[in-house]
């Protein structure tokens, strides 16, 4: 089974986005906010690559390229530092608080899985 499937998205934009909101309501300004917010976005395409990238890999001996899976976790990698450079631009040393939230993301991610 396809790993998309095992995921309650519902779950898992719902939690996610609980720590992002208690950050942007502790930020000041408009920037910090525009800040968290590409953070959250940048974070959550990179998850959805990420598990679109363990299915290929799991059913590579199908019919996915190498390249195909190479470029997608190369593309991953370089939306997470877009992201993250987004963050340091626009909320300076606080961008330490977004690299927190992705950690617990990942946990969040886990915590989604349907039980099947």
């Known amino acids: 089974m396809p790993f998309e499937k095992k995921i ?5 934009l719902l939690l996610s986005c609980l720590p992002y909101l208690v950050g942007i309501g ?15 976005i940048c974070v959550v395409i990179n998850q959805i690559m990420l598990i679109k990238g363990v299915n290929m890999m799991v059913d590579a001996a199908h019919s996915h390229e190498r390249a195909i899976i190479v470029s997608l976790f190369i593309c991953k990698a370089i939306i997470l530092f877009l992201g993250i450079s987004l963050g340091v631009h626009f909320i300076g040393n606080k961008v330490i608080i977004p690299v ?9 991610l886990v915590f989604s899985l349907k039980r099947i």
């Open 8 to 12: 309650s998205f519902a779950k898992y």
């Open 26 to 40: 502790f930020e000041g300004s408009s920037r910090g906010v525009f800040a968290y917010t590409a953070i959250y």
């Open 100 to 108: 927190i939230f992705y950690i617990y993301q990942i946990f969040i």
